[in-house]
């Protein structure tokens, strides 16, 4: 069995659960949901970096990440997430879209390290007025897997 589906909505900027015709919640697409749970997720800011208001974002299920499987290996400010939204603070300028490309290269980099995925790219876009578009590309099991996302602040 699969993970329950997150389907994004383009037109609200937002992701949730998938429900069947039945009632049922839809599971599979896994990659798919992995990938916006690790870019939609706000990742705690860093010291100094962008707040709104006095909030650092972050996600209460970080405190937990040293109760994973003992087998594995520690990892090191293991967080889930990442700072996207970060970018509305930003100048729409080519700098942020380096380094919004950037941040989703980073935030999925978990799956590389976890052998989920063998490599992770993005292209990422402004659209209209105050909207961001990233097309993100990740390859696994030799198969390349591209997802397209639109949002805005707020959404």
Known sequence: ????????????????????????????????TASLISMFTDAQADPGGVVYGTDPAGVWFDTYSALEDPALPAIAKDRIGSKLYQAFARPRTQETLNWLRDEIIRCHGWMITDGVASAVGATTF??????????????????????????????
Do not use: K
Request: glycine share 18%.
């Open 1 to 32: 069995m699969g993970d329950v589906r997150i389907v994004w909505d383009p037109t609200t900027g937002t992701g949730d659960l998938n429900m069947l015709p039945s009632g049922a919640l839809e599971t599979g697409h896994d990659l798919e």
């Open 126 to 155: 402004f659209t209209g007025p105050g909207g961001i578009g990233a097309t993100v590309t990740i390859i696994a099991n030799g198969q390349a897997n591209v997802f397209s996302y639109v949002w805005a602040r707020g959404s």
